[in-house]
């Protein structure tokens, strides 16, 4: 299996010109107040998806907010439509961080609170970390702080081989209730059982609440890679700037075994993504602000910056992403061809941003198994919007909007523009696109259709015929299709003939 980036293309970037998913459908979510989706679940058995926001909203898609900020658990269905919706906290503030579904069907809420009423008991100080544990309709079956007497958050969670769950983030609590055996505020790891148990926990101290943990992997050793950023100046390796990125490698309790900054004479901070790669090696995105020591290529301002560790943690390539605007550090997930696709805020529209829609956006880019950008879209409105995207498994996209602004462009149904919802577009595949394919190349009538569905092309020709979630429900073989099983309702056609690509949608009376 091919490696998820080859080093050589990570030296020099380079474009084919695939075609961008498309558009099959986009909603919001939220009420009148500040609504972020902070956490997403791929999929549920049925389908659907689970998304968690962040919410001080009590109309609209939200109910039950305790006051305050709340987090919000949407259960959607395949096509956007909630299905029902709880909120947890108390009278004060909470967030959320990350959503796992578990073993049982239910799933994990992690996030931190200010609260000690409502659903929330035994906040230990300022600021806990708190994590619920509820079953596939929401029910919370557990729920536990875990803190001392300052702020604790984790900013990344992972379920471990053995069944539990490790996170990372930062304390500032010294030696006292759960954390434990630190003279210092810093970076915070904590293992906890499937009960929510603590197994063990480790301060490293590095006297700043601005140095943290903020990515975990489990390596196949049962040990742990773990990335964040330090603003500790006596750290080994530090270049000098104003913060530098540090990945570590750990056994299976933390002790650790190898650590290096990465940077230059400028801030690097913002890391959103750890992933391992098939040589063994990882890779790591964040923000830069430098053009030296180990960065090179920068555009302008900031911008993602994309590095290639090998094993032990040496860099074997790296590139800068964006234009003379600012870009933040991206989202970077593996896609089912062997590639990834990155996610990245913006409000650049030069360099290698196109598209920009106005303020800053939610941009992505396709990168093949070599390493070669496939394609690029900047998805939002004329106001602030960011989000991450997934690849599901049918091969279809899924943009998940943090937040927006806007409701022009590709969002519509903002709840009020004054303040933020979260949205989702789910897209096709990619080379979905009719600009493949002249008009005259093919024909397919009558639309809306009843019983039959006739297709005109010369060419020879394969198809299917989707629903709108990208599922293929029939396969289409001759040029006559027998519709009359569909029920009435939108659905997609797809037809590949001569290396092009047509889809369009179609209506069943």
Known sequence: MKNLLLLLTLFVIQSTNAQAPTAIWQKCYGGTSDDYIDAFSLSTPDGGYMIGLQTSSNDGDISGNHGNLDISLMKIN???????????????????????????????????????????????????????????????????????????????????????????????????????????????????????????????????????????????????????????????????????????????????????????????????????????????????????????????????????????????????????????????????????????GTNSNDGNVSGNHGGYDAWTIKFSATGVIQWQKCFGGTGNDGGVIFQLTDGTYMVVGGGTYSNNGDISGNHDATTSDGFLIKLTAENLSTENFANKDIKYYPNPMQNILHIDIEKEFSGKIMDLTGKTLMNVTSKDIDVSSLSAGIYLLDIVSDGKRFTKKIIKE
Request: with cysteine; charged share 15%; proline share 0%.
């Open 78 to 344: 395949a096509t956007g439509i909630v299905q029902w919706q709880k909120c947890y906290g108390g009278s004060d503030i909470e967030h959320i961080t990350s959503l796992i579904q578990t073993a049982d069907g239910g799933y994990l809420i992690v996030g931190d609170t200010f609260s000690n009423n409502g659903d929330v008991s035994r906040n230990h100080g300022v600021i806990d970390l708190w994590v619920i544990k509820i079953n596939a309709i929401g029910t919370i079956q557990w729920q536990k702080c875990y803190g001392g007497d300052g702020s604790d958050y984790l900013e990344n969670i992972i379920q471990t081989s053995d069944g539990g769950y490790i996170g990372v983030g930062y304390t500032t609590s010294i030696n006292n209730a759960d954390v434990l055996g630190n003279t210092s505020a810093g970076a915070w790891v904590i293992k906890i059982n499937d009960l929510g148990v603590i197994q063990w926990q480790k301060v490293y101290d590095t006297d700043s609440e601005n140095s943290r943990f903020s990515r975990i992997l489990q390596n196949s050793d049962g040990g742990y890679v773990v990335a964040g950023f330090t603003q500790l100046a006596s750290f080994p390796g530090f270049h000098g700037g104003f913060v530098d990125i540090v990945v570590a490698k750990m056994n299976q309790t933390g002790t650790i075994q190898w650590q290096k900054c990465y940077g230059g004479s400028g801030a690097e901070d913002g890391l959103h993504a750890l992933v391992a790669t098939n040589d063994g090696g990882y890779i790591f995105s964040s923000q830069t602000e430098s053009n030296d020591g180990d960065v090179s290529g920068n555009h302008g301002n900031s911008d993602c910056w994309l590095v290639k560790l090998d094993a032990s943690g040496t860099i074997l390539g790296q590139n800068c992403y964006g234009g003379s605007g600012g870009e933040g550090g991206g989202y970077i997930l593996k896609t089912l061809d062997g590639g990834m696709v990155m996610s990245v």
